[in-house]
């Protein structure tokens, strides 16, 4: 076996940092053993993903763990922010210019052809981020990524390998209207209905359909549903957040303890709507300038302490 990860690995890295996706963690699993058993198609990229789901449920930080997992860089990968890429005429920004426009020649293009090849051992890694809000010209210039793993720049100059890559797609596209149909069905003699009516994923694959086209959607290996972030996973949520943080604090031999008191005013009025992301805010904005204004009354203390000090050795060598 050419690859040198092991997935067991990966996914203890994944899911201690990844709540309340048990299902899409899951499908993660096991394409990563399909790409370390190395027993995929040759002429196509080792796997072709899109997480679909609100904002804020991990989607894009399972590629950033993966990163770091494989190549020890949360960065090492090749991201590409579709929104940046509303209008036709940015397809060219991937494909590179057509002959006769300024660039042509040099082959200029988005992609970074190190973090798509990765190595013998290690497959790279792509995301194209926020897929929806690409232009559909856009979109179909990814096809022959999707289809054989190759692109050939317009100008004919070079082309991109993506066989060795592992490619990931995230869309909040249907998010809106899931929301919608879980909160109506949520209270009341409507929830009496929920096992007669679509359920969330029916909303989603909607969406989906009704937004790309066919042979785009034919080239997807995995459509991976990610489910909201409610209360129930608060606790969870909150001890990877507090994790990371006291990362950081051990840098500088600190540590942080949280009390039940405290973790419940950090989970209070927590909104649904903006997923992991609010409880992370919530923490940049409220407790770390607490944390900050205590470390550096410390540091102040020891400072001076550290002056008195020098003081007496000072008066003691005088007299």
Not at 132 to 148: D, F, M, T, Y
Not at 161 to 179: K, P, V, Y
Not at 182 to 199: I, K, S, T, Y
Not at 236 to 262: H, M, P, Y
């Amino acid at each position: 076996m050419r690859f040198t990860f092991e997935p067991a690995q990966v996914m203890a890295l994944l899911r201690s940092r990844i709540v309340g996706q048990v299902a899409a963690l899951a499908q993660v699993e096991g394409l990563l053993k399909v790409v370390k058993a190395d027993i995929g198609e040759r002429d196509r990229p080792l796997s072709v993903n899109l997480f679909m789901g609100p904002t804020g449920v991990g989607k894009t930080e399972i590629v950033r763990l993966l990163a770091q997992a494989l190549h020890g860089r949360a960065d090492a990968f090749c991201r590409i922010d579709m929104h940046t890429l509303a209008q036709e005429h940015y397809a060219a920004a991937l494909t590179g210019a057509p002959p006769g426009y300024v660039g042509s020649k040099e082959g200029i293009s988005l992609f970074d052809s190190e973090l798509i090849q990765g190595t013998y051992s290690r497959p790279g890694i792509v995301l194209f981020d926020e897929l929806e809000k690409a232009s559909q010209e856009v979109v179909r210039s990814l096809l022959g990524i999707l289809e054989n793993g190759q692109l050939t720049l317009a100008g004919g100059t070079r082309t991109l390998d993506f066989r060795n890559s592992l490619i990931f797609m995230t869309s909040n596209i249907g998010a809106h209207q899931a929301r919608r149909h879980r909160q109506r069905f949520a209270h009341g003699w409507r929830r009496l209905l929920r096992g007669f009516v679509r359920d969330e994923a029916a909303v989603l694959e909607d969406a989906l359909h009704g937004h790309f086209e066919p042979e785009f959607l034919n080239r997807i290996d995995r459509i991976l549903m990610f489910e909201p972030i409610d209360a129930q996973w608060l606790q969870a949520l909150l001890d990877v957040e507090l994790g990371k943080l006291n990362q950081r604090l051990a840098a500088q031999q600190r540590s942080l303890a949280v009390d039940a008191q405290a973790r419940a005013w950090l989970c209070r009025h927590h909104d649904a709507r903006f997923g992991a992301r609010a409880l992370g805010r919530r923490l940049r904005v409220e407790l770390e300038p607490a944390i900050a204004e205590c470390v550096l009354q410390a540091d102040a203390r020891r400072l001076l302490a550290t002056v008195r000090g020098a003081g007496l050795v000072v008066e003691a060598l005088g007299g």
